[in-house]
């Protein structure tokens, strides 16, 4: 129990030597805690996994723990030696760069809806007023300029569902499950690739913070699936138990080769977004081959950490 372990939680040496690690254990987190005990006595060791644990006063403290089983000279484990990094202000500045970049969408949504949209549609206006002139004359290109202000149609909806998706979540308005449904509604229609929403039973999420990260999961993870999988189908779903609320993207294509190691935050830049949007609000993300042999992204929060 060295310094930096005072300055992390607040405890002196003298008030930590023989006391279980657990004190410094949140409630909802004790499974784990066992969970890395088992573990690390068969031998195992922990590495960087990020969690919680808490401060005198009990402050929940972000860390990133390490755990290493202790042997002797016949290889017998005689003690867990542990490393913790404060990783507070790390995820500190996480959330900023997520707050930014919400923002950075939801203006260039409104962009798009305030001031692209509505020059389309004015051209759109135009298109219509030369069909018009042209069929009175007579003129065959007519039916050219009923088709061109037809398709600037099309592109002002398209521009309209993109200014929506970028747009922050509206609880008012329904909440996590209305959200969600309405993004594979969107979806669908944008990229012409059947989306559904299932949710069995209810689930009322009240943290505006928490059902907009879900939400922007969500959405990356529906992008990379109608862009990438090259799927018939792809279907959101959200659940939730006695013990945790869980969000699903599954699709039924091909599903790319790396699964594992983009879980463990390789890929691109939508992959490292979901992992920090996930860690932010205390769930995990699991990416995997499904039964029909595509990709499910699945976001698991524990009912405690709701709380």
């Keep these: 129990?060295?310094?930096?372990?005072?300055?992390?939680?607040?405890?002196?040496?003298?008030?930590?030597?023989?006391?279980?690690?657990?004190?410094?254990?949140?409630?909802?987190?004790?499974?784990?805690?066992?969970?890395?005990?088992?573990?690390?006595?068969?031998?195992?060791?922990?590495?960087?996994?990020?969690?919680?644990?808490?401060?005198?006063?009990?402050?929940?403290?972000?860390?990133?723990?390490?755990?290493?089983?202790?042997?002797?000279?016949?290889?017998?484990?005689?003690?867990?030696?542990?490393?913790?990094?404060?990783?507070?202000?790390?995820?500190?500045?996480?959330?900023?760069?997520?707050?930014?970049?919400?923002?950075?969408?939801?203006?260039?949504?409104?962009?798009?809806?305030?001031?692209?949209?509505?020059?389309?549609?004015?051209?759109?206006?135009?298109?219509?007023?030369?069909?018009?002139?042209?069929?009175?004359?007579?003129?065959?290109?007519?039916?050219?300029?009923?088709?061109?202000?037809?398709?600037?149609?099309?592109?002002?909806?398209?521009?309209?569902?993109?200014?929506?998706?970028?747009?922050?979540?509206?609880?008012?308005?329904?909440?996590?499950?209305?959200?969600?449904?309405?993004?594979a509604a969107h979806t669908e229609e944008l990229f012409r690739v059947p989306c559904s929403f299932e949710c069995t039973s209810a689930v009322h999420m009240d943290d505006s913070e928490i059902a907009t990260h879900l939400y922007r999961i969500a959405q990356e993870a529906l992008h990379n699936a109608v862009k990438h999988s090259e799927g018939t189908q792809v279907v959101i779903r959200l659940e939730a138990d006695a013990q945790a609320l869980e969000l699903s993207v599954n699709d039924d294509g091909v599903g790319p080769p790396d699964l594992q190691k983009r879980a463990a935050g390789g890929g691109g830049m939508g992959m490292h977004t979901m992992q920090y949007r996930a860690r932010i609000i205390g769930a995990s993300l699991e990416i995997l081959r499904n039964e029909k042999g595509g990709t499910s992204v699945i976001c698991r929060r524990p009912i405690k950490a709701l709380s």
């Design 1 to 183: 129990w060295n310094p930096a372990a005072e300055r992390i939680f607040g405890y002196s040496e003298a008030e930590m030597l023989g006391v279980p690690f657990k004190k410094l254990t949140p409630e909802d987190r004790r499974q784990e805690c066992d969970e890395f005990s088992v573990d690390v006595r068969r031998g195992k060791a922990i590495r960087d996994c990020e969690t919680v644990r808490l401060g005198r006063g009990g402050k929940r403290i972000e860390v990133s723990l390490t755990l290493s089983p202790i042997q002797d000279t016949e290889r017998r484990i005689t003690g867990i030696a542990a490393i913790v990094r404060d990783i507070s202000e790390r995820r500190r500045l996480e959330r900023e760069v997520l707050e930014i970049a919400d923002f950075e969408k939801h203006r260039i949504g409104q962009d798009l809806h305030d001031d692209l949209c509505q020059h389309l549609v004015a051209i759109a206006m135009l298109g219509n007023l030369l069909h018009t002139n042209l069929a009175e004359m007579g003129i065959r290109q007519a039916d050219d300029a009923k088709q061109v202000t037809q398709m600037i149609r099309n592109a002002v909806e398209h521009a309209r569902i993109l200014a929506k998706g970028l747009s922050p979540l509206n609880l008012a308005e329904g909440g996590l499950m209305a959200g969600l449904e309405t993004l």
